[in-house]
């Protein structure tokens, strides 16, 4: 029989052996595979090799190890058994609208709070993390629909007392950004939400409640979702919140963990990913657990940060081509942002980008009053503006065509709607970040894949958005007709909105390791517990 140190070389050189093999050799290219088969040491094949039959004074032990193994495998097992819903989406359906200028170019999609549920068009924001609605109102926006030209019925207020799911947020919960500030851990937890358009902000106090959601069946039936999410109610607005942005409340969709994708991913409700869509008619669609088609194109996110945090949608683009010439200089960073506009580059990249365009265009250049962009023309009456091609090219070997850099301008004076212009809708920005707006992803499925740190798109009408069938783009009933294109007013579009001055809380995840980095692990771990059993036998014995 052998020594318990013959065992001891026995094994480490088994360990050794397992690290030479992973670490010499690339995955999926081993020549010679060498096995040794393991005996537990609790099982009836090694007790059998004992004086007795069983380790003495172990009995227990062993019942103890096995109860946490069996535990140990459960776990597992369920998280195998992966996420619950292949989709979710709000409960009036996946659609998305935009109403012009009446909501600051937003895309908007209309979600149910609370018990009774009251109904809300909450403007969706990819740059912040925070879902809130107005509430006990101090100081809100109009919420009538006479203040509002697209609108058949007035927008609600939410009131936390008339909610019986409703529940006050303690400063002492791990999600209250503002703790430090709160006497106990038993006071209501405030928030005050600032955005970069100046003087913009939301605040009130924080709150759980029931939201609902959606999911399709494979027989075309749909389930219903109650999940708790953590709501601002927001009670006082400023800024552009009080001139038509976001009157009825905003979806953050960002990294942070008050974010809803992160609530439904975190319980394992879907997977770690969504997508909105933004098509050419102004309607369009958000899925939550969406990671697009296998065929599209995709580029990485960037961290936030030299600790490599993921705080916020940021993508790095190599190369911008107009027409047929590309710039090598007109590289730059952008955070993608569902909740500006229009689109805003850093002054390097603009520059170059909006000269070569100049150069390009045929039309007469012109200005508009109101207009708060620089590059804009007169409209030939033979059609559509005749505009060269942009275009933004990636290390990942991905491009993506802007297929609306415009903003068109009609005669709105005349009893047709003539085309009279169109301005470039880019502006310049400080800083080396810039900001890729709602207007250059028009025409696309974006995918926000958190899972894989990842952006993905792909061509899209937006009402065929699932590879087999149409997934429920139920209609607003309160939408019209397509809104008219007044200029933007200069309040919404001077300054990038929707990006909060303070980096929201993390929630990105690590990438996966290598396979020679997880086969190392697993000779670590073996040799490990190798050397623990030696000396739980050497104790018993």
């Known amino acids: 029989m ?23 050799r690339p995955a999926n290219t081993y020549s010679n595979i060498y096995y040794s088969r393991l005996i ?15 380790l003495p004074g172990r009995s227990k032990r062993a019942l103890d190890y096995y109860d946490m193994l069996a535990r140990s495998d459960l776990q597992k097992q369920n998280m195998k058994l992966g996420t619950q819903f292949q989709l979710l989406y709000p409960a009036h359906g996946s659609t998305t609208e935009s109403f012009g200028n009446d909501f600051g170019w937003l895309h908007y ?56 799911t409703s529940k006050a947020l303690p400063c002492g919960h791990r999600l209250c950004d503002l703790e430090p500030s709160c006497e106990s851990p038993e006071e209501t937890c405030t928030y005050n939400a600032r955005y970069l358009s100046e003087n913009t902000s939301s605040s009130g106090i ?16 749909t389930s219903s979702i109650r999940k708790r999410a953590i709501i601002g109610c927001g009670q006082k607005q400023s800024g552009d919140y009080l001139d038509g942005a976001a009157p009825d409340g905003l979806m953050g969709l960002g990294f942070g963990e008050k974010s809803l994708p992160s609530l439904l991913a975190k319980e394992k409700l879907v997977r770690n990913s969504f997508s909105m869509c933004f098509g050419d ?19 990485p996110f960037l961290p936030s940060d030299g600790n490599g945090n993921y705080d916020t ?13 590309c710039f090598k200089e007109t590289s730059f960073e952008a955070q993608v942002d569902s909740g500006t506009s229009f689109t805003f580059l850093p002054n390097a990249a603009y520059e ?25 023309y007169e409209s030939s009456s033979d059609g559509s503006p005749k505009i060269p091609s942009m275009k933004f090219k990636f290390t990942s070997n991905s491009s993506f065509v ?58 899209s009408n937006c009402h065929d958005i699932s590879d087999n069938k149409t997934m429920p783009l139920a209609p607003s009933a309160n939408s019209k007709t397509a809104p008219p294109n007044p200029l933007p007013t200069s309040g919404q579009q001077n300054v990038p909105p929707k990006r909060p001055d303070v980096a929201p809380a993390v929630a990105g995840k690590t990438p996966a390791k290598s396979s020679a980095d997880s086969n190392r692990s697993v000779a670590f771990l073996w040799m490990l517990f190798v050397l623990l059993s030696l000396h739980t036998y050497a104790t018993a014995a």
């Open 2 to 24: 052998m020594t318990t140190q013959q065992i001891l070389l026995l094994s480490l050189a088994i360990a050794s052996l397992l690290l030479d093999v992973h670490s010499s």
């Open 40 to 54: 537990h040491r609790f099982s009836p094949e090694f007790l059998a090799h004992t004086n007795s039959g069983m």
């Open 109 to 164: 999609t209309w979600i149910d709070i609370g018990t009774p549920s009251v109904s809300f068009l909450v403007a969706l924001d990819s740059g912040s993390d925070l879902l809130w609605v107005p509430c006990n109102c101090v100081q809100c926006a109009p919420l009538s629909a006479s203040h509002y030209e697209k609108l058949d019925g007035n927008l609600n207020q939410y009131i936390p007392s008339s909610s019986s």
């Open 206 to 221: 924080l709150v759980e409640d029931i939201l609902h959601l959606s999911s399709s069946n494979s027989d075309g039936s």
């Open 281 to 299: 008619d102004l309607t369009g669609s958000i899925l939550f657990g969406d990671q697009g088609l296998a065929g599209q194109q995709s580029t």
């Open 313 to 325: 949608y940021i993508i790095g683009v190599d190369v911008s081509c107009i027409g047929n010439s």
């Open 352 to 376: 170059s980008i909006v000269q070569e365009f100049d150069k390009l265009v045929e039309e007469k250049r012109s200005s508009y009053e109101g207009s708060p962009w620089e590059y804009c």
């Open 402 to 459: 802007v297929h609306n850099p415009l903003y068109l301008i009609y005669d709105e004076s005349s009893q047709f709607r003539v085309l009279i212009g169109f301005c470039l809708a880019i502006q310049p920005m400080d800083g080396d970040v810039g900001i890729i707006g709602q207007n250059f992803m028009t025409g696309y499925r974006i995918v926000f894949d958190r899972e894989n740190l990842r952006l993905g798109w792909s061509r």
